[in-house]
């Protein structure tokens, strides 16, 4: 089970992937495992030398009653010092952003692909979608043709 975050390569240029686990509880596992989970506006911060993840939304256990989980809240992201110094270094000295582009089970753990990005101007967002055009054309054109 994977989820994505599709809106991610649209709107920010991905300089670095980093793959992080994330600390979850058991209902949050399960409930990712329903597959009632989305990282569509989530962002990543760090505080006080380690990473969060704030907005990923995982929504509630059915069974899970008295011990549900908040839905929205905060969950630390698990890297090694290394990592988190050089993220914040980038993050400190060019103005990046945190953004999870990816979500899924790796060995039943569940791992976070994190993107080191930079923000789209309108014009660069027209100049992907222009792309996207053209590259859906010639593919159109090729299955013609043969």
């Known amino acids: 089970m994977e989820i994505f975050n599709r809106k991610a390569k649209f709107d920010y240029f991905i300089e ?11 209902t949050e596992i399960k409930s990712i495992r329903q597959g009632v989970c989305n990282i569509k506006d ?18 509630p256990y059915k069974e899970g009653n008295l ?13 090694h010092k290394k990592e ?3 993220i914040t270094q980038q993050i400190e000295q060019n103005g990046l952003t945190l953004i999870p582009l990816k979500g899924y089970f790796k ?7 994190l993107g080191i990005c930079r ?10 979608i222009k792309e996207r055009d053209i590259q859906r054309e010639v593919k159109k054109n090729l299955k013609k043709y043969q």
């Open 84 to 86: 988190i110094r050089k």
């Open 67 to 79: 011990f549900n989980h908040e839905e929205t809240r905060s969950r630390k992201l698990l890297l």
């Open 119 to 128: 923000g789209k101007k309108n014009y660069d967002k027209r100049e992907t």
């Open 42 to 59: 989530c962002y990543g911060i760090v505080k006080n030398g380690e990473v969060f993840l704030l907005n990923m939304y995982i929504g």
């Open 107 to 113: 060995e039943n753990k569940f791992k976070i692909l």
């Open 16 to 26: 670095e992937e980093i793959e992080a686990g994330i600390v979850l509880t058991g």
